[in-house]
């Protein structure tokens, strides 16, 4: 599917005036001071599939060990940032769009950023991507069938959208792109959140994110 990206080009146009000030410390430096890496987790999947609930379970777990992190939620940030963006699929893409340069700042800034959004469009995950370093950017699919998800339907949002009462509801007559190679893929059905959560873990340390053992708490 062709991300409706292209038909807002305008949104990243810049002004010749504008240029990029280099910062007198480095995230390379602030990694090494914060003894972890900085990178975006980014997790997507179907509305109630459970994005929120692991990435602040791996979020307190993070804590636990003394990682800097943060969580960027697709609801929170529509409360300030994104108030003004709709749910057509062209305010969709300026959403992430919007979320992936927040995120690269939280990386910049050495901090560990998980960010909670359903991101349907493949194509809009990979721009956000290539915003970022090698390795810096983590695709976390929560995978839950779409059947799992409507019955949990914890906001009734389905429901609403079955009934015609939501428009362009992702899964039901909105697209989703379901990731094809995630860095992480984490199957909910069956599991406790628990479970989930320490796989994620388990996924960081493999990939030595956290790694680095500082004032007691042990990251491998």
Not at 42 to 61: E, F, I, M, P
Not at 208 to 216: A, D, L, N, Q, S
Request: with cysteine.
């Amino acid at each position: 599917m062709m991300s409706p990206y292209i038909e807002k080009k305008d949104v990243t146009e810049k002004s010749s005036d504008v240029v990029w000030h280099e910062a007198s410390v480095s995230s390379e430096e602030r990694n090494a001071l914060n003894g972890h890496k900085s990178v975006v987790l980014w997790y997507t999947g179907l509305s109630g599939s459970g994005k929120s609930t692991v990435a602040n379970a791996v979020d307190r777990k993070l804590y636990d060990l003394g990682v800097k992190s943060y969580v960027l939620d697709g609801d929170n940030v529509r409360h300030g940032l994104n108030g003004d963006l709709s749910f057509s699929d062209v305010d969709r893409v300026e959403n992430i769009r919007r979320v992936g340069e927040v995120a690269k700042l939280f990386v910049d800034a050495g901090v560990l950023v998980s960010t909670a959004f359903i991101s349907p469009f493949a194509a809009d995950r990979v721009l956000v991507r290539k915003l970022l370093q090698e390795g810096q950017f983590l695709e976390v699919f929560i995978d839950t069938p779409l059947e799992v998800c409507e019955q949990r339907d914890p906001k009734g949002l389905y429901k609403k959208a079955r009934t015609g009462e939501i428009k362009n509801f992702t899964g039901i007559d909105s697209a989703y792109e379901a990731p094809t190679q995630p860095e992480i893929r984490v199957t909910t059905a069956g599991k406790s959140v628990e479970e989930c959560a320490d796989f994620v873990i388990s996924q960081l340390k493999q990939r030595e994110v956290i790694e680095v053992k500082r004032f007691g708490c042990i990251g491998v």
